[in-house]
């Protein structure tokens, strides 16, 4: 079984600060694990991707995350902050014989202040 | 298209009439998916294809939601009798593959049950 656990439900940052997102899952196999990011009213923009490959993956808009096995987390950075960067953002697990179908995690809200 | 279309934005229907919802996915994906989003930040698994055939339809409420992908046609889901409980936001996502691949979403359309 599969699960998945966003640390914070609401993260607030300043313009230019770093931001971190935290999320851990619990996978029975080997998951592949998503960052998306709904801004209001739209849907979900995929951000990054793991699926086995390197464990610090890059994405778009400046955002990376780190895979550790061990600590089984899935943590979401980046260095400075943009106002753009105000939306939800959701830490997503796939399992290898789930036939595809996604677990969302609960969200978190990122506001940025001036 | 490039981007995957989900018609209409809103719909809104009194208590026990007929709700259709309408999905084109990106072409060349033959992974199509359904999911409700409610209370915000809650995400459900309803239903997958492979072309026009279900995949995986573990998370469909039976008795009033059913799911078609025709080809060369919209996919659709429609939901009869509509009661209140099923008010959400209903995302359609598609992808090339079924594992370890990105799912790409529409905008969603807003179901309003009155």
């Known amino acids: 079984a599969q699960s998945v656990t966003q640390l914070d439900s609401h993260v607030s940052v300043s313009e230019g600060t770093p931001v971190l997102l935290r999320c851990n899952y619990s996978?029975?196999?080997?998951?592949?694990l998503f960052w998306y990011v709904q801004h209001p009213n739209k849907g979900l923009q995929l951000l990054l991707k793991y699926t086995s490959a390197a464990t610090l993956v890059k994405g778009i808009n400046g955002f990376e995350a780190e895979f550790k096995k061990s600590e089984t987390s899935f943590h979401l950075t980046k260095p400075s902050a943009h106002m753009s960067d105000a939306a939800e953002y959701f830490c997503?697990?796939?399992?290898?014989?789930?036939?595809?179908?996604?677990?969302f995690g609960a969200g978190t809200q990122v506001v940025v202040t001036p | 298209g490039e981007e995957v279309a989900q018609t209409p934005k809103h719909l809104v229907r009194g208590e026990g009439q007929k709700a259709k919802l309408y999905c084109a996915p990106i072409k060349g994906h033959s992974y199509v998916f359904w999911y409700q989003q409610v209370l915000k930040n809650e995400f459900k698994f309803l239903i997958s294809f492979q072309n026009e055939n279900v995949f995986d339809e573990t998370g469909m409420p039976k008795e009033r939601f059913s799911a078609k992908c025709l080809p060369n046609s919209p996919c659709s889901l429609e939901i009869q009798a509509t009661k209140l409980e099923d008010s959400a936001v209903y995302f359609c996502a598609s992808s090339p593959g079924r594992t370890n691949q990105p799912q790409h979403f529409g905008d969603g359309t807003r179901l309003s049950i009155l």
């Open positions: 996978s029975s196999y080997s998951p592949s």
């Open positions: 997503v697990v796939s399992e290898s014989d789930s036939w595809g179908k996604l677990q």
